[in-house]
Nanobody, 119 residues
Framework: QVQLVESGGGLVQPGGSLRLSCAAS????????MGWYRQAPGKQRLLVAN???????NYADFVKGRFTISRDNAKNTVYLLMNSLKPEDTAVYYC?????????????WGQGTQVTVSS
């Protein structure tokens, strides 16, 4: 059974920082591309950042220079360090794991963790 468990969300003041973690089980973590997405109320889910199995990273323009994604294959965990947080970063943040083989997409999601940026 595949599980992605996010943690680290919470309430933070504008300009503050949080680090999200996503612990994976039931998959060969090192072979998966991992991503963080977010969804604000009434809006669609958006890619925030992803990191490939090889360690290449990609960021949405709205977080470039503020957020950093990383992974620890020994701990089966992906992280999202969020600095200089803004109220518009408020959303539920979801962890995603994706692996493609022979045109079959293996795609898994966590349950989400709430991040609220407010004074």
């Amino acid at each position: 059974q595949v599980q992605l468990v996010e943690s680290g969300g919470g309430l933070v003041q504008p300009g503050g920082s949080l680090r999200l973690s996503c612990a994976a089980s039931g998959i060969i973590f090192s072979g998966y591309d991992m991503g963080w997405y977010r969804q604000a109320p009434g809006k669609q889910r958006l890619l925030v950042a992803n990191i490939t199995s090889g360690g290449s990273t990609n960021y949405a323009d709205f977080v470039k220079g503020r957020f950093t994604i990383s992974r620890d294959n020994a701990k089966n965990t992906v992280y999202l360090l969020m600095n200089s947080l803004k109220p518009e970063d408020t959303a539920v943040y979801y962890c995603n794991a994706e692996y493609v083989e022979m045109a079959i997409v293996y795609d898994y999601w966590g349950q989400g963790t709430q991040v609220t940026v407010s004074s």
